[in-house]
């Protein structure tokens, strides 16, 4: 039976705007994530998802909240105490581009992990390097080139295999396929689902674009102005929205079977400021459902059927009674 590798635990990431306030990027985020499996996030641009990828990597201090990797609270440590957990959980940006350094060769970036953590001779690690190239079909002829020299595809490759290199068991994937072309994608979303396979790893996969979360994901969360508003499996999620705001999401999916599209749902209303956000739930000024007291209380996130949690007080509304409380 798989057990927990990542347990988030009431996160919270608060930003300081000066003379307005706090800035609530992530907000009560609660989820956990199983050995092998693979949590989908999704959500529109600025709704915090990123920014659980970055805090779960310690590149953001968390304001409030546990993470617990493999049960051992990672929350507050120190960089030379972190520095230990760089072998058990790394990163794949987003942008194959800036992540690399364009002054080092790509034998220079792959054989970095190695040295700062003092893992083998210049022999060994020259070894490392080129199983490493193995492992993600990465020619070895390339290995003197430079950053700029590679097509993005080819990047974002070199940006797998350097997350790989000290062997971890989880991967933050941040949006890793949104600045490739979309021939490139499908390469790169079957290298992950191949090398998960081959490996055992984790992923938290971060993206909007859903129709690549359902094609790599086991579970999504969807996130809106930092809270997680639905949480299943994926089948369930695609086949059976709870939540307003996904059921609009999903609307925006294109099918290749021009019958099958759904009528797309345009959501009215301004979003609300995640800077000092007002009591309610945070989605009710879009909503189209929406009742009065979805504006005074926020819905907490609750199982309504098995591994399916909403953040909703009237969860699986239809478009029939939408004009009854709007």
Known sequence: MAKTLIEVKHLKKYFDVKGKGLLHAVDDVNFSIMEGETLGLVGESGCGKSTVG?????????????????????????????????????IVFQDPYSSLNPRKSIRQILSEPFKIHKQGSSKEIEQKVKTLC?????????????????DGGKRQVVGIARALALGPKFIVCDEPVSALDVSIQAKI????????????????????????????????????????????????????????????LLSAILNINVSNNKEHIVLQGDVPSPINPKPGCRFAPRCRFARPECFENAPELKQISADHFVSCFFPGQSEENAGDHT
């Open 54 to 90: 970055n805090v779960l990597m310690g590149l953001l201090s968390a304001t409030e909240g546990e993470i617990l990797l493999a049960g051992e609270n990672i929350v507050g440590l120190s960089r030379k105490e972190r520095k230990k957990y760089c072998t058990k959980m790394q």
């Open 134 to 150: 193995e492992e993600v079909g990465l020619e070895p002829e390339l290995l003197n080139k430079y950053p700029h020299e590679l």
């Open 189 to 248: 979303i079957n290298l992950l689902i191949d090398l998960q396979k081959k490996m055992g790893l984790t992923y938290l996969f971060v993206s909007h674009d859903l129709s690549v979360v359902r094609h790599i994901s086991n579970r999504v969360a969807v996130m809106y102005l930092g809270q997680i508003v639905e949480l299943a499996p994926t089948d369930e999620i695609f086949e059976n929205p709870q939540h307003p705001y996904t059921t609009a």
